[in-house]
């Protein structure tokens, strides 16, 4: 059964920071690219950061880039998404994507920026 469970979300201020997990079972994690997406409300779904399987090539939002970094650890079947300088615009779920086709999703992790 394929699993990905993201965790790491919360409450955070303004410049803060948040280090989100997201462990995948029941695929071969190693050989798939991932992704993270969010959604704030009453927005659509938006893709925020890419990674490939080997951890060679990364891709950002131009919304996050240069705050965010993602990265993998095939050994733990997890990917992360390392969030600096939190903006209130941050606030979304979080939701962690792979597997053949991209067809994998988490249940998504609530992020709130808020003073």
């Known amino acids: 059964q394929v699993q990905l469970v993201e965790s790491g979300g919360g409450l955070v201020q303004p410049g803060g920071s948040l280090r989100l997990s997201c462990a995948a079972s029941?695929?071969?994690?190693?050989?798939?690219?991932m992704r993270w997406y969010r959604q704030a409300p009453g927005k659509e779904r938006e893709w925020v950061a890419t990674i490939s399987s080997t951890n060679s090539v990364t891709n950002y939002a131009d919304s996050v880039k240069g705050r965010f970094t993602i990265s993998r650890d095939n050994a733990k079947n997890t990917v992360y998404l390392q969030m600096n300088s939190l903006k209130f615009e941050d606030t979304a779920v979080y939701y962690c994507?792979?597997?053949?086709?991209?067809?994998?999703w988490g249940q998504g992790t609530q992020v709130t920026v808020a003073s």
């Open positions: 994507n792979g597997g053949r086709s991209w067809a994998y």
């Open positions: 029941g695929f071969t994690f190693s050989i798939y690219g």
